[in-house]
């Protein structure tokens, strides 16, 4: 996940694109509501467009909890994009499996909170 932080907030697509498991069902969703990615929609490819459009992005790294059970592993916590004119905090959770030496990211999830009262006025 700091990597992971490390790589967009550096803008760097290969770096970033290298901690994820190349597999059908790995999964990255973000916050907008185009944001759901599978398989291999999250590649080199797309984050060279987002980080293309964006630059880095100003992750900062939170709190975040790790564990791990045997060739799995799974995080949580908070992170925030720091802009210059804002900060937004983020929630973010994932899943990592080891392999070639080292863990892949399966699935990873970022997104801001949002009360339910505030879903439900529109």
Known sequence: A???LAGMKAGDAAAVAA???EHEATTVIGNGADQWFTGDAYTRRRLDQSLGQHGGIPF???SLT???AGETGWFAGHTTIVFPA???PLRMTG???RQDGGW???QLHVSAAVSDEDLLAG
Do not use: D, Q
Request: overall charge neutral.
């Open 104 to 106: 892949r990211l399966v």
């Open 60 to 62: 900062e790294p939170g």
């Open 19 to 21: 901690l994820f498991a």
């Open 2 to 4: 700091v990597a992971w």
């Open 66 to 68: 790790g564990w791990a």
């Open 95 to 97: 899943v990592a499996i």
């Open 86 to 88: 804002a900060t937004i």
